[in-house]
């Protein structure tokens, strides 16, 4: 199973982007796919997720910013970031698992992730 991630880079504060999750090697239509994100010298933390039943979940500090959307055919999830802020740079990763229950903003729950991709917001 791979989980591979896309679309991170620079951008200016307030500015955008889109960050893409393909899996591959098993089907992930049942479970909870989802991204996390890991600053320098901090805990990797929540950010979003999205459950089999096209249930989403955000992190305070992205709600109304941020969306997470997936395709169950390209078995792919994507985040889309808006106003992006320099708070919010960080290394994000994908994430999977085959079920889907309330603890999903708890990290090792999850048995597969993505290499992660750099995003970097500067002011």
């Known amino acids: 199973v791979q989980l591979v991630e896309s679309g991170g880079g620079l951008v200016q504060a307030g500015g955008s982007l889109r960050l893409s999750c393909a899996a591959t090697?098993?089907?992930?239509?049942?479970?909870?796919m989802g991204w996390f994100r890991q600053a320098p010298g901090k805990e990797r933390e929540f950010v979003a997720t999205?459950?089999?039943?096209?249930?989403?979940n955000y992190a305070d500090s992205v709600k109304g910013r941020f969306t997470i959307s997936r395709d169950i055919p390209k078995n792919t999830v994507y985040l889309q970031m808006n106003s992006l802020k320099p708070e919010d740079t960080a290394v994000y990763y994908c994430?999977?698992?085959?079920?889907?229950?309330?603890?999903?903003?708890?990290?090792?729950?999850?048995?597969?992730w993505g290499q992660g991709t750099q995003v970097t917001v500067s002011s």
């Open positions: 999205i459950r089999w039943t096209s249930v989403t």
């Open positions: 994430a999977a698992r085959i079920f889907s229950d309330s603890n999903y903003a708890n990290a090792v729950t999850y048995a597969y």
């Open positions: 090697g098993r089907t992930f239509s049942s479970g909870t």
